[in-house]
């Protein structure tokens, strides 16, 4: 079981008791939070939200706040003298997904059932001949 879920305007396949970094969430170490934009959802099947599953809802803890490793940023034109070294460390959350919840009560998007017509023996001759 696996959901898609937008988090802080990325989106993340995340499955139970899973880890990741994410873009920095407001929020205290320990904290819970819970996210409800759920793109897609499988649980047994597949469920598609357009543009969001409705029902379901991806709760997370809060591990950690961190920064990312730093990024060095270097400018240079050749034979003008022109160098610039820069730097930046992004800002980051560490989350643990604890639970995927509401697939009781999910909108399921269901696919149009197809049309299955018999033909009775009559008409069935009639094409025959």
């Not at 990024?71 to 160098?83: L, M, P």
């Not at 696919?111 to 018999?118: F, G, I, V, W, Y």
Request: aromatic content about 6%; glycine content about 10%.
């Amino acid at each position: 079981m696996f959901a898609i879920v937008e988090i802080a305007g990325l989106q993340y396949k995340v499955e139970q008791d899973q880890k990741l970094f994410v873009n920095r969430l407001k929020g205290d170490k320990g904290g819970k939070v819970s996210f409800d934009k759920v793109l897609l959802t499988v649980n047994g099947s597949i469920t598609v939200g357009a543009p969001a599953v409705s029902g379901i809802t991806v709760e997370a803890e809060i591990l950690d706040h961190v920064k990312a490793d730093k990024v060095i940023v270097f400018k240079k034109k050749r034979r003008k003298g022109y160098k610039v070294k820069n730097g930046h460390r992004q800002s980051l959350t560490q989350i643990q997904i604890t639970g995927i919840t509401g697939f009781e009560g999910a909108k399921k998007a269901e696919k149009p059932a197809k049309k299955t017509t018999k033909k009775s023996d009559a008409e069935v001759t009639e094409s025959a001949e």
